[in-house]
């Protein structure tokens, strides 16, 4: 008997994509439910069903060994459906809860004593403006559902401002929280992998550099950083997994921030159940990537090392500009290649779009500041068709 | 203008498996003309074409973008109409010639003055007879097409034996050579890869161990190895890739022996022209990997940097043993990745056959010694499912 193992993916998107890449060689067939044959998954996978994620039955069609996903958008009761049927699904709707519901998820990581900036949930005009006057005004505002790369998050310069976008937002059933808006010096990703029986292995902490609420950069390890403070991040990355019962892989998105008396404090951001942005550097420098491991993780298989392969990698993102230059990708691409042979070019499959992520470069090197500016160079060159 | 650039391999074993592993993360299209859906490469890859490669029909349906192999047995005339077609072929028949003919390869190297046995062809048992005394008796007769793994290789032990199978092979239409037995103390390969505009990379020599003619390990770099002749073999590889023309991955399988100094030297024994066994190491060992490298020299990308990312990198093949276990593959693999978190297992999709290739285990150390036992080990017991 040898069957073939099977992993189910919902969604189409680029993390598939890349779990298909390690499937091969694990020898595990990926299946995926996609939205759109030419999708950036859909393209380049063998097993797949074409059907919608929030229909029960094109998810009872498609599922088959494992479930896992893509995003965080299957609704809850269609998971519950599908674990009465017998199937296993990784992550669980019980952990996958917190990665959609950021209410939610801030109540439970102060319940088991994770550091969360002050929150509330706002249902009216009248919770803003007590959410407003016990923070001094320093007021985030999130949509608690559907929110993604600064999608979904205000930030209210006045009392007014904030009554104004409550009242309009909750008139269109967005569902709202406040949060305490951090003065971070720069945000951190602290991911970890854990299978259903327990084991949980956590990757080096990274930074991830952010612009305009979208990653466009992750540095591993994270420079400069206080080993203590490290370590902190990553057994609190550890404890989440095990306490929200976690299975794949998690990010934890930090704040890291200077407290009163000027030493380095993190604080939760957000976090997302699956393989993530900030983890994409683990394909070229770690011994296990994120990809593989989600793959092991979901299907209660060992953890592979997750030993870094050299001193520094940087991950730069490939977000489309405002423009799509005439110079063909593929050709942008030789170009980029031809001026940096150790650059690794990660796309997507994907049509160039303002804002879209349509690919990533990952570079690896001895000194931070080198292996950035070659990252960037890259991923600037790819966008753009020209040298920084 | 963003069209996704195709490369269309012929031939659907682990090798074109291994390159779309690459091409997923390169955003390149890889298109599969493959004999079955359910093989090796089929099994993962979305655009597949059935169909035979010794059918120019078939060839002419598939080929898009750039046409390379998995293997080297496409009719050479139809890489000809294909060309006249105005398709790119790489690598392209005239130097595909030589890793499909021996004598033909033999005769050429000898004409660049690279180190080959003695060797000539044999159309008659005079010939086997003359070539015999020419040598001593130490004859090794080789079929020069269709040979693999130790298949079309044989040693007789007498002169009768010799003219016994040149008369029984040439009366089954079996075009022969005889060269001169290498009395070898260990296998090299030196791998390179190359453009058609002509640059060539060479990764670090390796050592191939072999038993009954199939290679059954890799070790990267070629420990103990005289840094001279490393350079040599290096320098070697290029020269022939260059000398022949040759387009993407080129394996040069030497023999290393000791001259009547005792001072090491080395002959070519076979030449392959696509992703070879010994280079799968780079997977896992190596800034960019043999699969990735082949994918960029076909379509005359850029080369990527071939540093390795471990002072040693083991490769071990998974032989398919008298016995397929009763304990699942899948849990076999499990019970690896118990042991050896460190270990990279890479599986082929095929079902278990005796002296099959049904996958290969990469482990990266800083201990030659300590490395293969791990790669040696964890090979065993995917075979075996017995611990050495």
């Known amino acids: ?173 967005v569902p709202l929280m406040g949060e305490q808006k951090v003065p971070f010096v720069r945000e951190l990703s602290a991911l970890v992998a854990r299978r259903p029986s327990g084991e949980v292995r956590p990757w080096r902490v990274v930074e991830s550099v952010q612009r305009d609420g979208i990653c466009v950069e992750a540095i591993a390890p994270a420079p400069g950083m206080d080993a203590g403070l490290a370590d902190y991040c990553q057994s609190l990355a550890v404890k989440i997994a095990d306490e929200l019962g976690v299975t794949g892989v998690l990010a934890v998105e930090l704040f890291e921030y200077l407290d009163e008396d000027g030493m380095p404090q993190v604080a939760v951001n957000e976090l997302a159940m699956r393989p993530h942005n900030t983890g994409h550097w683990t394909q070229d420098g770690c011994v296990t990537s994120q990809f593989e491991q989600h793959l092991r993780a979901v299907q209660d298989w060992p953890l592979g090392d997750v030993d870094q392969t050299a001193p520094v990698t940087v991950m730069a993102n490939v977000l489309g500009g405002d423009e799509d230059p005439e110079l063909p990708m593929a050709q942008r691409v030789r170009e980029v290649m031809e001026r940096y042979p150790q650059v690794k070019v990660h796309l997507y499959g994907k049509t160039y779009r303002a804002g879209r992520k349509i690919g990533h470069v990952n570079v690896s090197g001895q000194s931070v500041v080198k292996t950035r500016e070659i990252a960037r160079s890259a991923a600037h060159f790819l966008v753009t068709a020209q040298w920084l």
């Open 1 to 173: 008997m040898n069957a073939t193992p099977t992993v189910t993916v919902i969604g189409d998107g680029q993390l598939a994509r890349m779990m298909h890449t390690e499937a091969i060689e694990l020898g595990v067939n990926l299946r995926l439910l996609a939205g759109a044959r030419d999708s950036s998954a859909g393209q380049v996978i063998a097993d797949v069903v074409l059907g919608d994620y929030r229909n029960l039955d094109d998810l009872r069609k498609v599922a088959e060994g494992v479930v896992t996903f893509d995003h965080e958008h299957v609704p809850t009761e269609h998971l519950h459906a599908l674990i009465d049927d017998g199937i296993a699904v990784h992550p669980g709707p019980e952990a996958l809860v917190n990665a959609q519901d950021k209410l939610v998820m801030r109540e439970k990581l102060q319940e088991i004593g994770a550091p969360v900036p002050p929150f509330a949930g706002i249902q009216s005009v009248a919770d803003a403006d007590a959410f407003w006057d016990s923070v001094d005004g320093e007021v985030c505002l999130k949509a608690t559902r559907g929110g993604y790369d600064g999608h979904g998050v205000w930030f209210p310069k006045s009392k007014e401002e904030l009554e104004g976008l409550v009242e309009k937002l909750l008139g269109e059933n």
